[in-house]
């Protein structure tokens, strides 16, 4: 077989979902309810989700079963290419092997639509009309769009104000697919007006624009939440992508070295590494899973491992996760999907217990990584993508002869061309944050009694 590019037949389109939470050797943290100090319970997650996520969220089933009807829908472009990087190996002269699983050939572009048609599915089998959901670069805004389109449910998109000046073509695919949109902080919620009110300028954050839009859904009946990423059975959904990547290497007898991913909420990163993690954990553990973020916004490598909110306004259930703090406000950077201060609770985990490790990069490194990228192998990543690019370079270049890379090649960079414009010419500049900046934003944690 051309191990250049392996293609799937439908018929390998993977029937379930895999749970991380079945195979790990050791407890995770329970989400807890802020009020309590108790473990979350599914009555308190129902206001804004239906039952069958939060079985999800809180199951300890290894295999998940995919419903026919969005296999059905998967096949619109699942399973997507595995490709080697014949020409950037060329170019950078080492003697790894490249591999990328190539999520961009989704409708929307990205592996976003992986977990939207499946949460939109569960909401409308549940009785749901209305979604409501944040997005940063708008990948995840345009994929739950796309979804909510096609299960005839109305959509409401709270996208941060930075990435809504600097993206209005993402807008586009949002509102193509019949979703309304607003920039947040917006005055149409009492968290984006004090907000607004405290900050005439603020320039929005995921937590933010989580806030508002778990204040929309929580206040209407007919309404839901959907999240692009952070939560369980988020990353549950999106584990078709390392299925399905272990089955074609398998085909051309390959097995990775380094397994990468960028990390924001941490869904890309855990929909590809999860699946080996296991393998890792039973019989592989040299296997290199890299997570990989960036500098302005050090989740994993400069926030503290304790339990915080997962929005600014303080409305989400404490989460154990890596934060930096939920009143913390990063630059704007152009990769809008990567703004978070916190990150999921599983990758965290996996991080904390050194099962992942995590490095960070900054814009400019990046953005030349992408430039490298595109120009050997013909297709512009995601400024989100990119920063898993640049690892996979990193690994490359050191790497000993014969070792194998795998990363995610999370979304395309087609509605991103204003940033690489200001990149290529000169606008664009690095951030970096005094500890100072740091240690006054983690003051904000939420003091916690755990009660049994």
């Known amino acids: 077989m051309d191990e250049s590019k392996v293609v799937l037949s439908e018929k390998h389109i993977p029937t379930v979902w895999y749970n991380l939470l079945a195979d790990l050797p050791f407890p995770a943290p329970s989400a807890l309810n802020p009020a309590t100090g108790r473990p979350l319970s599914a009555k308190d997650l129902h206001t804004i989700f239906p039952l069958s996520l939060i079985r999800q969220e809180m199951g300890r089933q290894k295999e998940v079963v995919i419903p026919a009807a969005v296999r059905d829908i998967y096949r619109l472009w699942r399973p997507t290419p595995l490709k080697r990087a014949l020409r950037l190996e060329k170019y950078l002269g080492t003697k790894a092997r490249i591999y990328y699983k190539d999520e961009s050939v989704s409708p929307t572009g990205s592996h976003k639509i992986n977990t939207a048609i499946a949460q939109a599915y569960f909401n409308k ?31 409401m998109i709270y996208m941060v104000k930075v990435s809504y ?33 405290e ?17 929309d859904a929580a ?177 490359a270049k050191t790497a000993p002869k014969g070792a194998c890379v795998l990363f995610n090649f999370s979304g395309h960079g087609f509605l991103d061309l204003a940033s690489y414009d200001k990149f290529l010419g000169g606008e664009l500049t690095n951030f970096s944050h005094p500890a100072a900046e740091i240690r006054r934003s983690l003051k904000n944690l939420p003091a916690v009694r755990l009660t049994e």
């Open 125 to 155: 089998k549940e009785g749901i009309r209305r979604l409501t959901t944040e997005t940063g670069a708008g990948q995840w805004g345009a994929a739950l769009s796309f979804a909510c389109n096609v299960f005839s449910l109305k959509c």
């Open 165 to 197: 000046n600097q993206k209005p073509f993402r807008r586009s695919l949002m509102k193509i697919w019949g979703a309304d949109v607003v920039a947040s902080p917006s005055k149409t919620t009492v968290c984006g007006r004090a907000i607004l009110k």
């Open 199 to 215: 900050d005439p300028a603020c320039r929005g954050s995921l937590g933010t624009a989580i806030s508002e839009a778990v204040e």
């Open 219 to 395: 206040g209407r009946k007919d309404t839901n939440y959907a999240l692009g990423s952070v939560l369980n059975h988020v990353l549950l959904h999106q584990t078709v992508i390392g299925q399905e990547a272990k089955a074609q290497l398998k085909l051309i007898g390959e097995t990775p070295d380094f397994v990468i991913g960028c990390v924001g909420g941490g869904s890309n990163f855990g929909g590809l590494a999860f699946p080996f993690v296991a393998d890792k954990l039973r019989r592989r553990p040299e296997m290199r899973i890299i997570a990989v973020e960036p500098s302005a916004c050090p989740t994993l490598t400069r926030g503290l491992y304790e339990y915080d909110f997962g929005d600014t306004a303080s409305l989400t259930p404490l989460l154990k996760m890596f934060t930096l703090g939920h009143k913390f406000m990063p630059p704007s950077i152009h990769a809008g999907g990567l703004r978070y201060h916190g990150c999921s609770p599983l990758v965290s985990l996996l991080c904390r217990k050194k099962i992942a490790e995590a490095r960070s990069y900054p814009q400019l490194e990046v953005f030349k990584a992408a430039l490298a990228f595109a120009r050997t192998e013909g297709i512009v990543p995601a400024p989100e993508t990119a920063h898993a690019v640049k690892a996979a370079i990193d690994a």
